[in-house]
């Protein structure tokens, strides 16, 4: 089949038409493109699975904040990143285990609940998905975007159809931005988000204003700024007095559901109506110092700390999309109506959205992106500016750099590492080593000195097993292993130097085995990383070799 040239003439839908002078037909080849790209995500995702912990490292509970979450959660396998304060997902989902917030131990676990409580839609869905059990709830949260990507990649075939190269680098652009990458990678409110404001901009087109109406107001129980995504039930021409008493009651009931529930949350909280710390400033003041601070990290890019660098796409992305929709207006399309709403939000958009790394602002603003995708003219004139307002394709994969595994791995008998009650065989390291570090697939635990880790072994009788792991060393110093009180491994190493230890026919009695790991010189500091390192544990192996006499 012949391919469409990137300079076919395609424009946006209006309504229920495609204005072409002929239907383009599919393209074979961009329709391999299209489904490289979803393979490459489901490939991705599936990295994030961990055994007996489903995807909940998606969710980034930290370890801080461990002692004041539910305490249904703390019966739950779920995964903990050690050292960190986690993201603000591990709220949301602990949300969604009571969505109707009438356990008291919210008030301890959330933080700023009243603010929290309102984005209700994703942690009452989690629940539904999950049938009211808290595992099901917590694997529910975490996978629920990955869900809206795959949704979101089949309803944007109405605006991006596999018919040209154009066509795909707006559809990837989208899918792979730095934005929706980073809502997938931590399990944020922004893609399901976008996901519901494309349908509601696709009923609009449909000339659906009523489920629309319905879809927008749902939205605003999601995140506040989806009820910006309602511009799109302004009238894309002048209307007389009654047809704008439609318009009216429309917007009256897409504020309805957030309002309604607004007020339930003041009976049990009291005020609830913040917006946020530092949240909205004056216009673009945010936005350049964001462009000072990026160019000041910018040298320090390397190829394994990318962050400055996709900073600097984002900006120069949304820069470009804002200035596209400002200067060629297209009040009659939706899409328009969408994005230059969002541009306005960009102005006003505080440090708190614009800071970090990635920056928030990347989520917030992907309406603006895909609008901008589905308005810019195709043509070998407008490739530049296409390519520039989705610059963030070249960057996003980094928000999706999963962890190798939890910083051990078990081999062998599966069987073994399951007992019948469900508990699996685990290692708990204890909070003195630092978090986990990896590169393809060798990862490490870096220890400041002396420390420990525990293997739990579930089973009722004693197993035999096989452990292997790497100790690399800062400065001279001898590393010992003790178990059951008694030496079974050391190595004393020079500065630098790596040593691999095979233990073999070791017995783990049924619970809990602590192993020590001790050094004779205390940690130190190297170059600018502030932590005191001794040694790090690396690649740690348990291989289960079956039951002990």
């Known amino acids: 089949m012949a391919g469409i040239p990137v300079d076919a003439m395609i424009e946006p839908r209006v309504g229920n038409s495609l204005k072409t002078s002929a239907e383009p037909s599919i393209n074979r080849s961009v329709v391999m493109g299209y489904l490289g790209v979803v393979a490459i995500f489901i490939w991705i995702f599936c990295q994030f699975y961990l055994p007996g912990k489903g995807f909940t490292y998606l969710i980034n ?203 339930y949350l003041y009976v049990h909280f009291g005020p609830v109506l913040a917006v946020g710390t530092r949240n909205f400033t004056l216009p673009f003041s945010a936005y350049v110092h964001k462009w000072q601070e990026t160019l000041i990290v910018l040298p320090r890019t390397t190829f394994k700390y990318l962050h400055p660098l996709a900073n600097l796409t984002m900006l120069i992305a949304v820069a470009v999309q804002f200035i596209y929709l400002v200067m060629r207006p297209q009040w009659q399309q939706a899409w328009w109506r969408v994005g230059a709403t969002f541009a306005v939000l960009l102005m006003f958009l505080g440090e708190a959205v614009w800071e970090g790394e990635p920056s928030a602002a990347s989520r917030v603003l992907l309406p603006m992106q895909f609008a901008f995708n589905v308005l810019v003219p195709s043509g070998r004139w407008w490739v530049p500016v296409l390519l520039l307002g989705n610059l963030t394709l070249l960057t996003g994969h ?39 570090e990896h590169d393809g697939t060798r990862y490490w635990m870096w220890s400041p000195g002396n420390n420990e880790l525990v293997i739990y072994n579930p089973q009722p009788q004693s197993l035999r097993v096989q452990l292997a792991f790497n100790i690399s060393v800062v400065g001279a110093r001898r590393v010992a292993v003790r178990f059951k009180g008694a030496e079974i491994w050391h190595a004393v190493l020079e500065d630098q130097d790596t040593a691999s230890a095979n233990l073999m026919n070791l017995v783990l009695a049924s619970g809990n085995n602590q192993f020590e790991f001790i050094t004779d010189i205390p940690g130190a500091t190297v170059g600018p990383d502030p932590r005191p390192l001794a040694f790090n544990l690396g690649n740690l192996q348990v291989h289960l070799m079956g039951k002990a006499p």
């Open 398 to 436: 980094i928000t999706l750099d999963s962890i190798a595994n939890e910083g051990y791995e078990f081999k062998g008998d599966r069987v073994l590492r399951r007992n019948a009650a469900g508990q699996i065989a685990t290692i708990n390291f204890s909070e003195k080593w630092y978090a986990i």
């Open 61 to 263: 509970f930290g370890s801080r904040n461990e002692q004041a979450s539910l305490s249904k959660l703390q019966k739950l396998e779920h995964y903990v990143d050690r050292h960190s304060d986690g993201y603000d997902a591990q709220y949301y989902a602990q949300i969604a285990l009571d969505p109707s917030l009438r356990n008291t131990q919210l008030r301890r676990a959330v933080d700023d609940l009243p603010y929290r409580a309102r984005r209700i839609l994703l942690p009452a869905t989690a629940w539904v998905l999950g049938l009211g059990h808290s595992a099901w709830i917590l694997q529910a949260y975490a996978l629920q975007n990955a869900l809206c990507w795959f949704l979101l990649a089949w309803i944007s075939l109405r605006w991006f159809p596999p018919t040209s190269w154009s066509h795909f680098i707006r559809w990837a652009g989208v899918m792979f931005s730095l934005g929706l990458c980073a809502s997938v990678r931590n399990a944020l409110l922004d893609g399901p988000s976008l996901l519901l404001i494309a349908l509601g901009v696709l009923l609009v087109e449909k000339n659906r204003p009523w489920l629309a109406t319905i879809i927008f107001a749902l939205s605003g129980l999601g995140k506040e700024t989806n009820l910006l995504g309602s511009s799109a039930l302004l009238p894309a021409k002048p209307l007389g007095w009654k047809g704008w008493g439609g318009v009216i009651l429309r917007g009256s009931l897409t504020a309805a559901p957030l309002l309604l529930w607004i007020a």
